[in-house]
């Protein structure tokens, strides 16, 4: 007998009929991704790798972009990351990616990385960003999202934050790379 049999079993005689097989998710517009930190991403400092980090964000905000389209998409930007404490070798690492914005293809979706010890039960932020996503066709050609339309406080905050991302992005875009050097910008 198989360990998913066995569960299954454990969990139909304990409840007196089957227990389902799926789980229907019901917000769309949330993921989160949960797991321990394993010594293979560690830095030389003996802390987790930003670039690790940055997979992990990337790998979620995908998930979260696939689940609210429907669709295959791709990373179009990642803006404003911030590192704000270490990810410790051995931290249960909870990563949360929200939809707070959407365009006709793109999806904008906060990612916030939280870590702590596993056995105290209190995790921390580490990391925070946005990430911009399309959906695409199997060619590769930007297709719609559904809308997103922010109800609670906290959701019309981020999607006011993902816009100021944006704009703020688009400026760095329109920057020739003379007036940077010169420090005109």
Known sequence: MSRADAQQQDASSSAGK???LRQTIVDRSETTFRFLAEPTSVNFGGKVH??????WIDETAYACAAMWSGRYAVTVSVG???FRRPVH???LVEIRAKIVATGRTSMHIHVSVHAGDPK???LEMTTDCLVVFVAVD?????MPVPAFEPVTEEQKRLA???HDVRAALDAIVEMKP?????GKV
């Open 18 to 20: 089957s227990a389902p």
């Open 50 to 55: 930003g670039g690790a980090l940055m997979k």
């Open 80 to 82: 404003n990351i911030r």
């Open 89 to 91: 070798v051995g931290n």
């Open 120 to 122: 105290e039960g209190e």
């Open 138 to 142: 199997s060619n590769g050609r930007p």
């Open 160 to 162: 006011r934050y993902a």
């Open 178 to 182: 003379d007036e940077v050097a010169s």
